[in-house]
T-cell receptor, first 115, second 115 residues
């Protein structure tokens, strides 16, 4: 069975600085999708970025980018020029490209942004 | 599109009462997911439907929980009888199954407190 691990329960970053959140996963599949979701204090889960495993190029969305290392089964999220509004819980998620429709979520990393 | 709609947003009830949570997925989405989030257990998948059919309900905690999807635009999660340990935020999410890997979109959640 697939698993997703976020080993950093909490991270802090100074405003305008860069921070990287870690995510590793375990799977025997070769084709899958990876996601980062943000959950601010409002509790709304918001998609930040997604990555297709078959693509070698790392996904980028404005200040958010990923470092996808397929062989290492690593999928880290880099937030550049951190803003106070980036403070939230961040969840990494995995979805198989076949069979199950299930998304597997990590336990989350709480990001604090210091002014 | 209005996004995934959940009601009520907040529910306070007494132990033993029946609770019904409602969800309207994004129009055209054919997969629907119910999650529960607590501090202790994180984000747990309770059940998911594909084309209105329950595919995997292995996450449903016990017989007190039941979920239905009578049509493509409506789903309910019912707890009867409710217990204090059911207090949590319940999320509904929807996605397309084709193309594979489509993003899952979350509703705002229902915050349930059982006294």
């Amino acid at each position: 069975a697939q698993t997703v691990t976020q080993s950093q329960p909490e991270m802090s970053v100074q405003e305008a600085e860069t921070v990287t959140l870690s995510c590793t996963y375990d799977t025997s599949e070769s084709d899958y999708y990876l996601f980062w979701y943000k959950q601010p204090p409002s509790r709304q889960m918001i998609l930040v970025i997604r990555q297709e495993a078959y693509k070698q190029q790392n996904a980028t969305e404005n200040r958010f980018s990923v470092n996808f290392q397929k062989a290492a089964k690593s999928f880290s999220l880099k937030i550049s020029d951190s803003q106070l509004g980036d403070a939230a819980m961040y969840f990494c998620a995995y979805r198989s490209a076949m069979g199950t429709y299930k998304y597997i979520f990590g336990t989350g990393t709480r990001l604090k942004v210091l002014a | 599109d209005a996004g995934v709609i959940q009601s009520p947003r907040h529910e306070v009830t007494e132990m033993g009462q029946e609770v019904t949570l409602r969800c309207k997925p994004i129009s055209g989405h054919n997969s629907l997911f119910w999650y529960r989030q607590t501090m202790m257990r994180g984000l747990e998948l309770l059940i998911y439907f594909n084309n209105n059919v329950p595919i995997d309900d292995s996450g449903m905690p016990e017989d007190r929980f039941s979920a239905k999807m009578p049509n493509a635009s409506f789903s309910t999660l019912k707890i009867q009888p409710s217990e204090p340990r059911d207090s949590a935020v319940y999320f509904c999410a929807s996605s397309l199954t084709v193309p594979v890997g489509e993003t899952q979109y979350f509703g705002p959640g229902t915050r349930l407190l059982v006294l």
